[in-house]
């Protein structure tokens, strides 16, 4: 693999692995689990998870990913992703989909497409920010978003 042809899936191969388990584990959970927080200040189980398929679609929109407006545009048939934060078979379906939309641009893209850049407002201030910040700050690599 070259730097100019090697795509990213093989960048981040194995990381399938990590949905899986993911998915595995939220799909075994029943309401009452989803909804559990440790304190009452914090995310519940299921919000975290809805916050995991709200961040890829969001981060992955930012870059232009293949196939997230098509998923974004799903996701507004509700008024928030907390609607499905007690459903362990709708979590999984999301979770499943958008790792489906990141698989494919992980194999769509080369490694040379890291360097691409978007521009993001933040605190007044316009920044030009690479798809490799984003992918690595959208949680793929690592186990949160």
Same mark, same amino acid.
């Given at each position: 693999m070259t730097k100019e042809t090697g795509t990213l899936?093989?960048?981040f191969e194995g990381w399938e692995t990590y949905e899986?388990? @993911?998915a595995n584990a939220i799909q075994l959970l029943s309401s009452e689990q989803l909804t559990w927080k440790p304190r009452p200040d914090f995310r519940s189980v299921g919000q975290i998870a809805g916050h995991i398929i709200q961040g890829r679609l969001e981060w992955f929109a930012r870059m232009g990913a293949p196939g997230v407006q098509? @998923?974004?545009q799903k996701a507004a048939a509700?008024?928030?992703?907390?609607v499905i934060s007690e459903n362990?078979?709708?979590l999984v379906e999301w979770l499943e989909t958008t790792w489906g939309m990141i698989e494919n641009t992980l194999r769509s893209w080369l490694?040379?497409?890291l360097e691409t850049?978007?521009?993001q407002e933040y605190m007044g201030a316009t920044y030009?920010?690479?798809r490799q910040w984003t992918i690595v700050r959208s949680g793929v690599g690592r186990a949160c978003c």
């Open positions: 899936f093989e960048v899986t388990s @993911l098509d @998923l974004i509700y008024q928030s992703i907390d362990a078979t709708e490694v040379s497409d850049t978007y521009l030009a920010v690479t």
